[in-house]
């Protein structure tokens, strides 16, 4: 990874490796890539620093093939819906953490699909699980709009578009 390039992180969405330094954070110098939130604001500074050694927390943005590929598989994906919260939020995070796309747009669809049913006897997703679709969708949305070089505004009505 190269200071410039457009990536993906777990828990910041995508980023841009905005530089290399050495740091020690306590155990010992390590060089570290240090990245800005892509879609954060100008007056926004936050950095992250990812040690260059542990590649497993970031990953290179997907290829326009390979969100159109998903994309086209959301159909197929089945609805991993459980009914106590306690074990559908230990599921979900299982699942999120594995960092799939896949994966991640498989919970996206349980959840929409859960808020529509709910929608039918005038009720909503819980507090947890419509903050965890926010954020769910917030970085599926981040790097589909980067790699299908559109606006993050427009990314959830173009995959409505394609899916249905």
């Known amino acids: 990874m190269n200071i410039g390039d457009i990536v993906v992180t777990k828990d910041s969405g995508v980023c841009k490796i905005i530089d290399k330094e050495i740091k020690d954070f306590g155990i010992g110098p390590k060089t570290y890539l240090i990245l800005r939130p892509y879609f954060a604001k100008e007056t926004d500074q936050s950095k992250i620093f990812i040690p260059e050694d542990n590649k497993n927390l970031i990953r290179p943005v997907m290829k326009k093939e390979e969100v159109l590929k998903v994309i086209d598989n959301i159909p197929l994906l089945e609805s991993v819906w459980y009914s106590d919260q306690k074990i ?3 599921k979900f995070e299982e ?3 594995t960092g799939d796309v896949n994966k991640i747009c498989q919970l996206i669809k349980t959840l929409v699909n859960r808020n529509e049913e709910l929608k039918l006897s005038k009720h909503t997703l819980s507090m947890l699980d419509k903050e965890f679709l926010d954020k769910l969708k ?9 790699a299908l070089n559109m606006p993050f505004e427009s990314i959830e009505s173009f995959i409505a578009e394609k899916v249905n």
Do not use: D, S, T
């Not at 917030?138 to 980067?146: D, K, L, S, V």
């Open 88 to 90: 559908r939020r230990l």
């Open 95 to 97: 699942m999120y953490r």
């Open 138 to 146: 917030e970085g599926i949305c981040q790097e589909f709009a980067i």
